[in-house]
């Protein structure tokens, strides 16, 4: 189920959880490789997911990581490491779990891969079935209190 625009600042665009990536025998990666697009759904999707669950779960603060990314910026390794966080912080003020430990990455060191890829969009996806599980659950009960169709 799709939310109409109305209801949410950005759209859910589907997670790629499929990443992939090796290293041949000269030592050249091949695979996906990561990019603005990939950055800027990550990050909205988390704004989305933080949207769904405030209609359902007290307000709750997530990190704002800035506006989307175009082709010719960098991504800095406290934004990955807050988009990491964003999946933690929805996660523990609606469905009161955690998706592991994820590393914490800094300027200039290790760099995260295509495993840490498809764990993050993974996350989401799963965030995703089962926030929009409640909200369309909670949507659908309905009560009729008052009304009795027995005769006596």
Do not use: C, H
């Amino acid at each position: 189920m799709e939310f109409s625009s109305r209801e949410f600042s950005v759209s859910w665009e589907p997670p790629k959880t499929d990443w992939y990536g090796e290293t041949d025998s000269g030592g050249n990666y091949k695979g996906d490789r990561f990019n603005n697009e990939d950055y800027n759904r990550i990050k909205n999707n988390l704004i989305y997911l933080k949207e769904v669950a405030i209609a359902m779960y007290p307000e709750f603060l997530i990190n704002q990581v800035g506006n989307d990314k175009e082709k010719t910026d960098y991504f800095y390794a406290d934004e990955i490491v807050q988009l990491q966080e964003n999946i933690e912080i929805i996660a523990k003020n609606t469905i009161g779990s955690s998706y592991g430990d994820y590393p914490t990455y800094i300027a200039n060191g290790k760099i995260f891969d295509f495993n840490e890829l498809n764990r993050i969009e993974s996350a989401i996806q799963d965030l995703y079935n089962k926030l929009v599980n409640q909200y369309k659950g909670r949507q659908m009960l309905t009560f009729m209190f008052g009304v009795r169709r027995e005769v006596f």
